[in-house]
């Protein structure tokens, strides 16, 4: 039995963690912190394949970016940040075409198919955790965003599962009545799903503890032995950790991970989110929401609910800027019968890992053969998370994937 290594707690490593142990591996997870403790905490815990896209976009120019430094912008880039950002934003920004963004879209795909059936999976196999099927609804101020968003969802060759349905103003607040009169517009998606990630994260944990899978806390790797091109171990501050099988699964760090293990870096930046996670037996919605044009999600959970968004790039950094979680509140008192003062509970900032086409990196270094890395999901690391581990642990133990690996190659980025 060989033994890999993951390096990164969160819902990526744990669930390649998780698919690996299914396979027979020895594996044993590092983590500076507890598991789940952090882009996987606060997040709103969306199971959404059927919107599983790149977020490059058609259409942005340099004068669309620049209106991204506005401070109440939902994607809003740092000013004090740009200059360090700027070979990343120009790859970025590159990717914002029709041509990319439709092979971005085809390569999430191809961790989307079988999403929900890895999540039953999952329960199968014994893991507890909160999860609820009760679909997703977009609400929207505007008719015409609707109309847009349907179109958009009927490009994507998911969208014929899901089959969105369109919903008039007083359709949808008949659905949903705490919607504010300002929302003229819905769209409902019956087959999505959402979890309390922090549950999902714990869940994926004591499944792994309770099948011989060693999860060392507050282990920060800090370098790598090198024999050759073949990683023989890595350094981390509670010692060496010798291992057959190398994988990073560590987020927004990742990068600079794979660069202290063996010399490579990867483009990969901190996109950070906010939420504020609300503690009641009165959630004034029994779905989860997205509040399309503020690009808001809402998120009910078991005793309470969760109001999450904005797409921060200001480097890798956990500062949590006051006028973010602000613009979250606004956005609720728009949109639902609700005062900004009743959303009051947790503050919260995470920082998604985010690669610049888009796309995530999944697959061995190039000269490392076995370092592998996976990483770059964006906001989808929950809805991909179990499907991404599936491919990993057959790349890793059988040496090849399941599906097409070639999209999300770290060759396209890595550099030496």
């Known amino acids: 039995m060989s033994r890999t290594i993951v390096i990164g707690g969160g819902v990526i490593g744990l669930a390649c963690a998780y698919a690996l142990r299914t396979q027979g591996e020895e594996v044993t997870v590092l983590d500076a912190f507890e598991p789940g403790a952090g882009c996987s905490k606060g997040n709103a815990g969306w199971v959404v394949p059927t919107i599983a896209e790149p977020l490059p976009t058609p259409g942005l120019t340099w004068t669309s970016m620049l209106w991204l430094l506005r401070r109440d912008s939902p994607l809003h880039i740092d000013?004090?940040?740009?200059?360090?950002?700027?070979?990343?934003?120009?790859?970025?920004?590159?990717?914002?075409?029709?041509?990319?963004?439709?092979?971005?879209?085809?390569?999430?795909?191809?961790?989307?198919n079988q999403v929900m059936e890895s999540f039953d999976a999952l329960?199968?196999?014994?893991?507890?955790?909160?999860?609820?099927?009760?679909?997703?609804?977009?609400?929207f101020l505007r008719e015409g965003a609707m109309r847009s968003m349907l179109r958009h969802f009927q490009e994507g060759t998911l969208a014929a599962a899901s089959d969105p349905q369109p919903l008039t103003g007083a359709e949808v607040r008949q659905f949903e009545?705490?919607?504010?009169?300002?929302?003229?517009?819905?769209?409902?998606?019956?087959?999505?799903r959402h979890v309390r990630p922090e549950s999902?994260?714990?869940?994926?944990?004591?499944?792994?503890?309770?099948?011989?899978?060693?999860?060392?806390?507050?282990?920060?790797?800090t370098g790598g032995h090198l024999d050759g091109q073949t990683v023989r171990a890595v350094l981390t501050t509670q010692g060496d950790v010798p291992g057959d099988r190398?994988?990073?699964a560590a987020g927004a760090r990742s990068g600079a991970v794979t660069e202290a293990i063996a010399g490579v870096s990867l483009?990969?930046?901190?996109?950070?989110?906010?939420?504020?996670?609300?503690?009641?037996?009165?959630?004034?919605?029994?779905?989860?929401?997205?509040?399309?044009?503020?690009?808001v999600a809402f998120t009910p959970f078991e005793g309470g609910y969760r109001l999450?968004?904005?797409?921060?790039?200001?480097?890798?950094?956990?500062?949590?800027?006051?006028?973010?979680?602000?613009?979250?509140?606004r956005s609720a008192h728009r949109y639902l019968t609700v005062s900004a003062a009743d959303v009051t509970g947790v503050e919260w900032v995470g920082m998604r890992p985010l690669s610049p086409d888009g796309v995530p990196v999944l697959g061995a270094l190039p000269g490392r053969p076995n370092l592998f890395v996976a990483t770059g999901h964006g906001m989808l690391g929950v809805t991909t998370a179990l499907t991404t581990g599936r491919v990993m642990a057959d790349l890793l133990v059988r040496g090849h994937a399941s599906v097409d690996l070639s999209p999300f190659d770290p060759a396209r980025f890595a550099r030496r």
């Open 267 to 295: 483009p990969i930046q901190a996109g950070k989110g906010y939420s504020i996670t609300v503690s009641t037996h009165n959630e004034p919605v029994s779905r989860p929401l997205y509040l399309e044009e503020a690009h």
């Open 177 to 192: 009545p705490a919607l504010s009169a300002d929302v003229t517009a819905g769209l409902w998606v019956a087959q999505e």
């Open 308 to 329: 999450a968004g904005t797409m921060e790039l200001s480097g890798i950094n956990e500062r949590l800027v006051a006028e973010r979680v602000a613009a979250i509140r």
């Open 79 to 112: 000013p004090r940040a740009v200059a360090r950002l700027a070979p990343w934003l120009w790859t970025f920004w590159r990717h914002c075409n029709t041509h990319d963004f439709r092979a971005g879209r085809r390569a999430w795909e191809l961790l989307a």
């Open 123 to 139: 329960v199968a196999d014994g893991a507890s955790f909160e999860m609820h099927g009760a679909g997703l609804l977009f609400a």
């Open 246 to 248: 190398f994988l990073v």
């Open 200 to 221: 999902l994260c714990a869940g994926l944990a004591q499944w792994l503890a309770s099948h011989g899978v060693t999860i060392q806390n507050g282990t920060t790797v």
